[in-house]
């Protein structure tokens, strides 16, 4: 069956540290790929999406995620995190050519805190 | 500005009653979705339309209805048989239902607490 996990619940980091959110999906093929933000109380941003070619992607507010096939990964990068970049980050897969919001499947999101 | 809302944003309700959750986009979309969000689980997709008059069950359908007489509309009832409606409701359009960049553009959402 399709799945989409995110392994880590919650993940604390200092400001201007380094960042890597994890993402590994079970597909048949080559899925699409999200990342979204949430804060709190809000809704859903869309940071990034990766549908084919280069298997590095950049995205808004710095983040950049990278695709690995043999890993069946796509995990989320940040050089340098801002106080601001503490949310929950949702990661998601739907298959490839989509056409029915119905395939696309939601990790369960990991919560990011951001140390002074 | 171009965006979805819903609203409220907080909605309480005595157990039993029907109620109903509005989004309204501007962004000329023809595809909307309501999901359901409850803690520490990704978003599970309620239904969707693609056009007008038009929509579709997600897969925990059980217990809501929905209507899509308007392009711009899509509201969100939820009944009394739904067994635990307590939770952040999200709406989302996308603008077109088939191709490669999809992309799905999500409201604010509504917080329902059932008492």
């Known amino acids: 069956a399709q799945s989409v996990t995110q392994p880590d619940i919650h993940i604390t980091v200092s400001e201007g540290a380094s960042l890597e959110l994890r993402c590994n999906y079970s597909?048949?093929?080559?899925?699409?790929l999200f990342w979204y933000v949430q804060s709190p109380g809000q809704g859903l941003q869309l940071l990034l999406k990766?549908?084919?070619?280069?298997?590095l992607v950049q995205g808004i507010k710095g983040f950049e995620a990278e695709f690995k096939r043999s890993q069946s990964s796509f995990n989320l990068r940040k050089p340098s995190v801002h106080w601001s970049d503490a949310a929950e980050y949702f990661c998601?897969?739907?298959?490839?050519?989509?056409?029915?919001?119905?395939?696309?499947?939601f990790g369960s999101g990991t919560r990011l805190s951001i140390r002074p | 500005d171009g965006g979805i809302t819903q609203s409220p944003k907080y909605l309480f309700r005595k157990e039993g009653q029907n109620v109903t959750l509005s989004c309204e986009q501007n962004?000329?979309?023809?595809?909307m979705y309501w999901y359901r969000q409850d803690p520490g689980q990704g978003l599970r997709l309620i239904y969707y339309?693609?056009?007008?008059?038009?929509?579709q069950k997600g897969d925990i359908a059980e217990g809501y209805s929905v209507s899509r007489e308007k392009k711009e509309s899509f509201p969100l009832t939820v009944t009394s048989a739904q067994k635990n409606p307590t939770a952040f409701y999200l709406c989302?359009?996308?603008?077109?239902?088939?191709?490669?960049?999809?992309?799905?553009?999500f409201g604010p959402g509504t917080r329902l607490t059932v008492l």
């Open positions: 998601a897969v739907a298959p490839p050519g989509y056409s029915s919001a119905s395939k696309i499947i």
């Open positions: 339309s693609q056009i007008v008059n038009d929509f």
């Open positions: 962004l000329n979309h023809d595809a």
């Open positions: 597909y048949g093929a080559t899925p699409y």
């Open positions: 989302a359009s996308s603008p077109r239902l088939a191709g490669d960049t999809d992309t799905q553009y």
């Open positions: 990766y549908f084919s070619g280069d298997t």
